[in-house]
């Protein structure tokens, strides 16, 4: 089992910036998919950013250009920076990671980012 732990999430206004951190309680070198979902109040929780087999990342329209994930495999960390906030991107921002093969499917309890001025 593997503990994931998001934190970064707070308030902040229209244009500013915010790095989010997922911490995993063990190595996330063998996690087949590792990436950021967001979930709005009302609204389906949708895939924002992600690492997938190879390292390649992928972004959702509306966050490309503004959005970069990263990663620290020695501090079994991913992060997400987010620059040119806007209202538009409110929501809970979760961590999730993947290993296909064993079924393995975790998510983090999710942290708050509020874009308002």
């Known amino acids: 089992q593997v503990q994931l732990v998001e934190s970064g999430g707070g308030l902040v206004q229209p244009g500013e910036s915010l790095r989010l951190s997922c911490a995993a309680s063990?190595?996330?070198?063998?996690?087949?998919?590792m990436g950021w979902y967001r979930q709005a109040p009302g609204k389906q929780r949708d895939l924002v950013a992600s690492f997938t087999d190879g390292g390649s990342t992928n972004y959702a329209d509306s966050v490309k250009g503004r959005f970069t994930i990263s990663r620290d495999n020695a501090k079994n960390t991913v992060y997400l920076q987010m620059n040119s906030l806007k209202p538009e991107d409110t929501a809970v921002y979760l961590c999730?990671?993947?290993?296909?093969?064993?079924?393995?499917?975790?998510w983090g309890q999710g942290t708050q980012v509020t874009v308002s001025s």
């Open positions: 063990g190595s996330i070198i063998n996690f087949n998919f």
């Open positions: 999730n990671a993947r290993r296909y093969r064993l079924g393995h499917n975790y």
